[in-house]
């Protein structure tokens, strides 16, 4: 027997003494355009389509978990209400959206006859549409011209360049940005609040430098840090995250920015040992050089493009230790007077 608890529905084969927890990143999903965190300007124009009801075909582009999927499905809300699961088909990447998909299914639900507000047109919400075939989208330009009248699409893709010329041009193109700090930081204490999280400012610091401007991923590393330890400081993060820490790493450049080989050999001979690839590692010099006060801003242009001609080396399929070996050694030389280099 199912039962259901505060804190979501117990699914039907749930034994009835075991608490059933909705992920956090689902239990905090907006409902509301108002609720959406970042991207202000954009979500204004989406509250002008909802509160005029004029829907137009729309493509909404950005990295991942940004809340390009949400927004989509708060303005559905907003404009069809009560009849949203009638007048909503939603596909996503996991889904088959080959030609027939789209001549059938979509075309099936596009002709269907359903009581909507007045005004109103039922929506299709195609989730990763740059995912999509060129031949599907092809198909799928035919359908949106011929329903038009009573059916709007929405797609969400990570890059829009993807989707073939003829969709974008029928469409309104939204362009999404990675959320600011400031942003995740607001709606990472609202969660610790309501979830009575016990951590610490280095813990949402660490969250917020996994998570690159990804909400969705930042409320995830939040729940498995705090499931994990019952405590959310860096340390924990980090070990959730399996990232290279950033200490470690300032401590490699510190030791670069004094001309110390040897040291900095140590630290880069750490993090290899503790079995980061060298992308990971890569990666994480990058964004600590970034934010690294303690380089001049003339340094830190020199160091980022020595770090990227070496990030490019290791796509290429380069990935060894001598390769990072001979990225500290670059970076120490900068900082090394000319006449050490003398007969």
């Not at 990763?128 to 092809?138: K, L, V």
């Not at 510190?254 to 040897?262: L, T, Y």
Request: hydrophobic share 40%.
């Amino acid at each position: 027997m199912s039962t259901s608890t505060s804190k979501g529905k117990a699914p039907a084969n749930a034994s009835s003494d075991i608490p059933y927890e909705l992920p956090w990143v689902e239990k905090y999903r907006p409902n509301l355009l108002d609720d959406i965190v970042g991207n202000s300007d954009t979500i204004e124009r989406l509250k002008v389509i909802a509160r005029d009801g004029n829907c137009p075909h729309i493509i909404i582009s950005g990295m991942p978990g940004i809340g390009k999927t949400t927004s989509i499905h708060c303005l559905a809300h907003q404009l069809l209400g009560d009849a949203y699961k009638e007048g909503v088909l939603e596909l996503n990447a996991s889904d088959e959206r080959g030609i027939d998909v789209v001549r059938n299914k979509i075309k099936a639900f596009a002709q269907k006859k359903v009581t909507l507000p007045a005004g109103r047109h039922k929506i299709v919400i195609l989730d990763e549409a740059d995912s999509m075939t060129a031949g599907a989208q092809q198909a799928l330009r035919r359908t949106m011209e011929i329903y038009s009248n009573t059916t709007r699409f929405a797609l969400a893709c990570n890059m829009s360049n993807k989707i073939i010329e003829p969709i974008q041009s029928r469409c309104a193109i939204l362009r999404y940005a990675k959320l600011r700090d400031t942003e995740i930081l607001k709606r990472l204490l609202e969660i610790c609040e309501m979830e009575k999280v016990q951590y610490n400012d280095d813990g949402l610091t660490a969250l917020i430098f996994t998570s690159e401007g990804d909400m969705r991923q930042a409320i995830n590393n939040l729940q498995s840090t705090f499931s994990g330890f019952g405590f959310v400081s860096a340390d924990n993060v980090f070990k959730v995250c399996d990232q290279p820490h950033p200490i470690l790493v300032q401590a490699l450049l510190r030791s670069c920015s004094k001309g110390d080989i040897e040291t900095a050999m140590e630290k880069l001979n750490e993090l290899w040992d503790q079995g980061y690839s060298a992308i990971d590692i890569v990666v994480t010099i990058f964004r600590v050089v970034k934010t690294f006060d303690e380089l001049p801003e003339y340094t830190k242009l020199e160091y980022i493009k020595e770090i990227g001609f070496t990030h490019m080396r290791i796509l290429e399929g380069v990935g060894t230790l001598v390769q990072l070996g001979g990225l500290a050694a670059r970076l120490c030389k900068m900082n090394m007077s000319p006449d050490l280099f003398k007969l």
